[in-house]
C-alpha cells in the first residue's frame, strides 16, 4: 500500500535562516506530488506541484522554492525565512494519470520567530 | 484564476442537529472532492462525485454534485462528536493536474 512520509512535525526556526521540508512517498510510482500551505484556521493554499522528476510547477510568487530530485521526494526549501512563512505545510499525492485524489502527509507546523 | 467558494466558514451545532456546507466554482469541474480535517490532523478524503446530478451517502453524510457539475453539497444528518472538523471541497478542473479547494466549513458541536 501506498503512504507518505512528511518530516519534520514541528520546526521553529529564526527569522532569516534557512528552510528545507522534505517528503517521500513509498508503493507508488511517477504520483503527482504537491505543497500546500495552511495558515491557522484558514484553507488549503497551494505553493507548489510536480507530475514529474525535475518538473515544477509555482502556484504564488513567494519565498519559497520546491524541487524534485527523485520520483517520490519532493523538498520545499527557502534560503531566508520571513515571519509571514509561518504555517502548517502539507505534502500531498496523487496517482496522476488523470486521478487528482489527495493523500496528504501528517503536515510541518512552521513557526518563524 | 479559477475559484471555489465554500459556504459557510463556520457552522456550532448541537449534537443531534443536521449540518450543511455548500461549494461553488466559477468554472465547470471535472470531478469535485470532499475532505474531511480533524482539529490538528491533516485532510482526509472522503468521496469523490464526478457525474452531473450525482448523489453519494454514506451512512449520515449525503455529498451532492450540482447538474452543471459547478457546486455541491455535503449534508450530514444528527451529527455526532466525532463530526468535528474542517470539510472541504475541491474542484478538479479538467487538464490542470491539481486541484482547487475551498476556504473550508469548520463544525463545532455542543454535546
Known amino acids: 500500500s501506498q503512504t507518505i512520509h512528511q518530516w519534520p512535525a514541528t520546526l521553529v526556526q529564526p527569522v532569516g535562516s534557512p528552510l528545507s521540508l522534505e517528503c517521500t512517498v513509498e508503493g507508488t510510482s511517477n504520483p503527482n506530488l504537491y505543497w500546500y500551505r495552511q495558515a491557522a484556521g484558514r484553507g488549503l493554499q497551494l505553493l507548489f506541484y510536480?507530475?514529474?522528476?525535475?518538473?515544477i510547477s509555482s502556484e504564488v510568487p513567494q519565498n519559497l522554492s520546491a524541487s524534485r530530485p527523485q520520483d517520490r521526494q519532493f523538498i520545499l526549501s527557502s534560503k531566508k525565512l520571513l515571519l509571514s512563512d509561518s504555517g502548517f505545510y502539507l505534502c500531498a499525492w496523487s496517482p496522476g494519470t488523470g486521478s487528482t485524489e489527495a493523500f496528504f502527509g501528517q503536515g510541518t507546523r512552521l513557526t518563524v520567530v | 484564476g479559477q475559484q471555489v467558494m465554500q459556504i459557510p466558514q463556520y457552522q456550532h451545532v448541537q449534537e443531534g442537529e443536521d449540518f450543511t456546507t455548500y461549494c461553488n466554482s466559477s468554472t465547470t469541474l471535472s470531478n469535485i472532492q470532499w475532505y474531511k480535517q480533524r482539529p490538528g490532523g491533516h485532510p482526509v478524503f472522503l468521496i469523490q462525485l464526478v457525474k452531473s446530478g450525482e448523489v453519494k451517502k454514506q451512512k449520515r453524510l449525503t455529498f451532492q454534485f450540482g447538474e452543471a457539475k459547478k457546486n455541491s453539497s455535503l449534508h450530514i444528518t444528527a451529527t455526532q462528536t466525532t463530526d468535528v472538523g474542517t470539510y472541504f471541497c475541491a474542484g478538479d478542473i479538467q487538464g490542470a493536474q491539481k486541484l482547487v479547494f475551498g476556504q473550508g466549513t469548520r463544525l463545532t458541536i455542543n454535546p
Open positions: 510536480s507530475v514529474g522528476i525535475g518538473q
